[in-house]
């Protein structure tokens, strides 16, 4: 159990007591266990909140995200665009998604309410950049699927999709061909494909989204309310039967007492600690020579992201991994790599109140673009209100040294002269960043290449 220590001999306790200590008990491990799929609805909800989205509406973020939307580890410089379905309610759901033109297209992937990766789409996905009809099936569907559709197949009745808009360059003629594109998806049920529907599609630019997981009481109720919309899996029987000494069980309402509530915030926060301290622990050095990781756990990428090895299930890696981002891919390493860091040089955490140097040497081993993103250790997502979350290689303005490599400040001022490299954190919080590599290239791999590490500065 990961729970607190008794300190006190167990037939000593009250038989009130001793609930308690089962409540939070099981509360830590239940809170473990259901990340993914709490992390699902929290999105979701805000789609229905923040967005006023429904179920087939696509939401999304055509200038790139900023500090306003808030999920796990968000990629600033990509133009996420999100939609939920539910075969529930709808039955089968199409995607209709565009072919890549004008330099433009889409990679991304379904995710069932897990974030277990069904399908990729887009240019390394099943389409290969070609466009088509994507159906999302029901988890009990066993029809012939219609000719022309590429198949989902769902275990979940909620579904995400991610799309994300690839540009060229920032140019205003590449931007353009790349919001075309967009305005050219489609999500709708099947039932309609004869004469589909109008399509929302809700731009996000300026709009506060929360998304990210919140680590108290409202945990367990959303862990609730996800596990009676969703099939119960063979794999989590055990866990279910767990679940009931917290309220919680299919069919059932969710209606915790005062003790019963402050036992499950207070799980929470212990789960939420050990996921913290479990990304840093489980994170492998990426080059021997560096401080810079592989920020997820290994047994996502060589489980497919489905975490299921020969014997067990990980349970952790997979909340570890989930606590700090969504929509992992079919495939990973294709579209793109990444490696992060939460130590400086000396092998110090980051810390907001310092002021730091990042050196990316020329050549960097991509075929499209690099970025560098800030993010909040205690949240996983970017720093509320900041206006300086990220650098990449498209920016413009990003200035390079003669040898065309580049210097990043990172702290709480810029220093003179290099405000278009700087990246703002505020002081007394704990931070962390992903280096992302879009096209990589064998060079990364083969670790002909280096990145610096990060260096504390006067």
């Excluded at 022309?148 to 205003?172: C, D, H, K, Q």
Aim: charged share 20%; with cysteine.
């Amino acid at each position: 159990m990961t729970g607190s220590v008794l300190t006190e001999e167990p037939t000593s306790l009250s038989s009130e007591a001793l609930a308690e200590r089962t409540v939070r008990r099981r509360g830590v491990d239940a809170a473990i266990w259901g990340v993914p799929i709490v992390s699902f609805d929290s999105m979701r909800q805000g789609y229905f909140r923040d967005a006023q989205a429904k179920y087939n509406d696509l939401i999304w973020w055509p200038k790139g995200t900023d500090s306003k939307a808030q999920a796990l580890t968000p990629n600033t410089t990509l133009r996420y665009i999100i939609g939920f379905m539910n075969t529930a309610v709808d039955g089968p759901v199409v995607l209709d998604l565009p072919a890549e033109s004008g330099g433009a297209g889409f990679f991304g992937t379904f995710n069932d309410a897990w974030w277990e990766p069904i399908v990729d789409l887009g240019s390394v996905g099943e389409d290969e950049g070609k466009g088509g009809k994507y159906l999302v099936l029901p988890p009990d569907y066993k029809d012939d699927v219609p000719a022309g559709y590429i198949p989902v197949r769902s275990r979940t009745n909620n579904v995400f999709v991610l799309p994300r808009s690839i540009v060229a360059s920032n140019s205003e003629a590449d931007v353009r061909a790349g919001d075309d594109l967009v305005k050219q998806i489609r999500l709708y049920p099947l039932r309609q494909a004869a004469n589909p529907p109008p399509q929302r599609l809700i731009d996000m630019t300026g709009i506060l989204y929360d998304g990210l997981i919140p680590y108290d009481s409202g945990y367990f109720t959303s862990l609730a309310r996800m596990l009676n919309e969703e099939p119960v899996q063979v794999r989590d029987l055990q866990q279910m039967g767990m679940l009931r000494a917290l309220g919680i069980g299919k069919g059932q309402a969710f209606t915790p007492d005062t003790p019963t509530s402050d036992a499950l915030a207070s799980a929470a926060a212990e789960a939420h600690a050990w996921l913290m301290d479990g990304l840093v622990r489980v994170s492998a050095i990426f080059w021997p020579d560096r401080t810079w990781v592989f920020p997820c756990p290994a047994a996502g990428p060589e489980s497919r992201f489905h975490w299921v090895f020969d014997g067990y299930f990980d349970v952790d890696s997979r909340a570890i991994g989930l606590a700090s981002f969504f929509s992992p891919p079919v495939t990973f390493g294709q579209g793109a790599d990444y490696v992060g860091a939460f130590v400086d040089s000396a092998g110090q955490p980051l810390s907001g109140e310092n002021s730091y140097r990042l050196h990316v040497p020329a050549n960097v081993p991509v075929e499209q673009f690099w970025s560098l993103t800030i993010y909040d250790r205690q949240t996983w997502g970017l720093f509320r209100g900041s206006t300086r979350v990220a650098l990449d290689s498209l920016d413009e303005n990003l200035q390079k040294n003669a040898d065309g490599s580049v210097d990043i400040y990172i702290g709480p001022e810029a220093p003179a002269g290099q405000e278009s490299n700087w990246l703002f954190t505020p002081a007394g919080k704990a931070w962390w960043t992903w280096f992302r590599l879009y096209g990589p290239t064998p060079a990364l791999h083969e670790k002909t290449w280096k990145l610096s590490d990060i260096e504390k500065v006067a």
